[in-house]
């Protein structure tokens, strides 16, 4: 089968397509004909070496975590799945279970393949409604838990400011839909080629990265380190509260303000929901993807290069059967 990988660490202009064996499913398994594979910013660091204190890869390591597709072959003890199931989801690395949930975790040998091979007993795994188009079932996988997760944990009341920083990635072009539909007014960054999508989605004013006004009930952050998080919660009126994904685990001192509350949302084991939820809220209207380009897997070189070192509005998806 065709495959992108990294042959060793580095930057994506060093990653290849090559033809690897296909893998097989084992027990409690299932194997996959992938049909689209999102990309995701996080794809990145195993093969940069971030991670490389913790978790040493073999190459060639097969990039990606998101994915849609057709079942082709279950292992003994699958339940719920069959040959021919139109399913999608979301599977870390096998080498990065260390850092994956404790409790059925969602593992598999790399998505941006022709087939890949993940656990079938797991919230990560889903059905794929057949109203809900392949490449749309990828962008949303990770995004789209991140956006449920984030929103039920902010619990945002209509008439509330939220501001989303990040607003214009895949993560952020999910949430924003959520927060509109829940009554608040929505300010996210963004470049000023986004506003007209951002706004459509739902957002009440785009402003530029770092121009924060005062006085927001909620902020989310998808973008901007722990370390850097006191501007945005400069922006916080007091008694505000700010949620954030990304690393490192903000201190006290980074944030710089004792009167707001401060919480990293993080999902390892969908107590918020996971892929069903996720498939649910779709076909409801309530998720829904930006596809911002397409690209074929025989071009995931130029898909990784460009994520890399483009802004980025929406999602990235690769096309796995052509």
Not at 272 to 291: H, I, K, N, S, T
């Amino acid at each position: 089968m065709k495959a992108l990988v990294a042959t060793d660490y580095g930057p994506p202009a060093t990653f290849t397509v090559a033809d690897l064996p296909i893998p097989r499913p084992g027990d409690g398994q299932v194997q996959i004909r992938v049909a689209a594979a999102a990309l995701n910013p996080g794809d990145l660091a195993l093969p940069r070496g971030d991670l490389r204190s913790m978790i040493e890869l073999t190459f060639p390591h097969v990039l990606g975590n998101d994915f849609a597709g057709t079942v082709t072959e279950v292992g003994d003890g699958v339940t719920g799945f069959a040959v021919g199931d139109e399913v999608f989801g979301h599977a870390v690395p096998r080498v990065m279970r260390p850092l994956a949930a404790t409790d059925r975790p969602a593992l598999g040998t790399g998505t941006l393949a022709e087939y890949v091979v993940v656990e079938a007993g797991t919230p990560f795994l889903a059905h794929r409604p057949a109203t809900l188009p392949a490449a749309d079932a990828a962008a949303l996988a990770t995004s789209g838990l991140t956006a449920r997760a984030v929103s039920i944990t902010a619990g945002v009341a209509a008439g509330e400011t939220v501001l989303v920083v990040g607003a214009s990635g895949g993560m952020g072009t999910a949430l924003i839909p959520l927060l509109a539909a829940a009554g608040a007014k929505v300010i996210a960054t963004g470049a000023p080629d986004d506003e007209a999508v951002l706004r459509e989605l739902g957002a009440a004013e785009v402003i530029g990265y770092g121009d924060y006004p005062a006085g927001a009930d909620v902020a989310v952050n998808f973008a901007v380190p722990g370390t850097e998080l006191g501007p945005i919660a400069g922006a916080l009126r007091p008694g505000g509260r700010l949620y954030t994904v990304t690393f490192p685990v903000p201190r006290p001192e980074w944030i710089g303000r004792d009167d707001i509350s401060c919480q990293v949302v993080l999902d390892k084991d969908a107590s918020l929901g996971g892929m069903a939820e996720v498939a649910a809220d779709a076909v409801a209207g309530r998720l829904r993807p930006y596809l911002a380009a397409s690209y074929p897997l025989t071009d995931g070189v130029r898909a990784y290069t460009d994520l890399a070192g483009r802004h980025t509005l929406g999602k990235r998806v690769i096309r796995c059967e052509e």
